[in-house]
T-cell receptor
């Protein structure tokens, strides 16, 4: 069984401030973890993914996430928020074993950037 | 290279009507998925297809049927629409293998309202 919990359905930060979006996972086998972003009226696109190669993962648009096994967390960060970062962000998990490809998504965090 | 395409973009149905949502991908992916997105609930898997000719139920399959017409196309059918099926529907595809990590590529979505 696998699940993800995203703490905070809405997060607001000022332009130029640190962005921190939280994700905790539960998985019975070593997981792969993903962050997706959804801009208004669009589909989801991949920001970054953890596949056990490195615990600190860098993605597009200046985002990064760190896999912490001891905390079962995969929080998303960006040092300096930009207005264009306003979107909804989803954390997702899947088992790492081949043949079990279903993703489980969190409920999402809507990020608002304050000018 | 269009990626994942979905038709229609918008649809309004009356209770009891039927319709089929179409999805096609041009990335030669084996796996395809149908999700629904509802406020505060993230994305929930309706059905998926690991390869041409196979389909499996996801988390919320009731009221839906699917057809994997060929490798490119995966359709979702509502036989008798209900107001509870008002949602945004996303199709996705991915390449599954020993050295792939199930990055799913999403279509732009279909916004369905059932009156």
């Amino acid at each position: 069984a696998q699940s993800v919990t995203q703490l905070g359905s809405h997060v607001s930060v000022s332009e130029g401030a640190l962005v921190l979006l939280r994700c905790n996972y539960s998985s019975s086998v070593p997981p792969y973890l993903f962050w997706y972003v959804q801009y208004p009226n669009q589909g989801l696109q991949l920001l970054l993914k953890y596949t056990s190669a490195a615990t600190l993962v860098k993605g597009i648009n200046g985002f990064e996430a760190e896999f912490k096994k001891s905390e079962t967390s995969f929080h998303l960060t960006k040092p300096s928020a930009h207005m264009s970062d306003a979107a909804e962000y989803f954390c997702a998990v899947r088992p790492s074993n081949f043949g079990n490809e279903k993703l489980t998504f969190g409920t999402g965090t809507r990020l608002t950037i304050i000018p | 290279n269009a990626g994942v395409t979905q038709t229609p973009k918008f649809q309004v149905l009356k209770t009891g009507q039927s319709m089929t949502l179409q999805c096609a991908q041009d990335m030669n992916h084996n796996s395809m998925y149908w999700y629904r997105q509802d406020p505060g609930m993230g994305l929930r898997l309706i059905y998926y297809s690991a390869s041409e000719g196979t389909t499996d139920k996801g988390e919320v399959p009731n009221g839906y049927n699917v057809s994997r017409l060929n490798k490119r196309e995966f359709s979702l059918r509502l036989e008798s629409a209900a107001p509870s099926q008002t949602s945004v529907y996303f199709c996705a595809s991915s390449e599954e293998g020993y050295y792939s990590y199930n990055e799913q590529f999403f279509g732009p979505g279909t916004r369905l309202t059932v009156l």
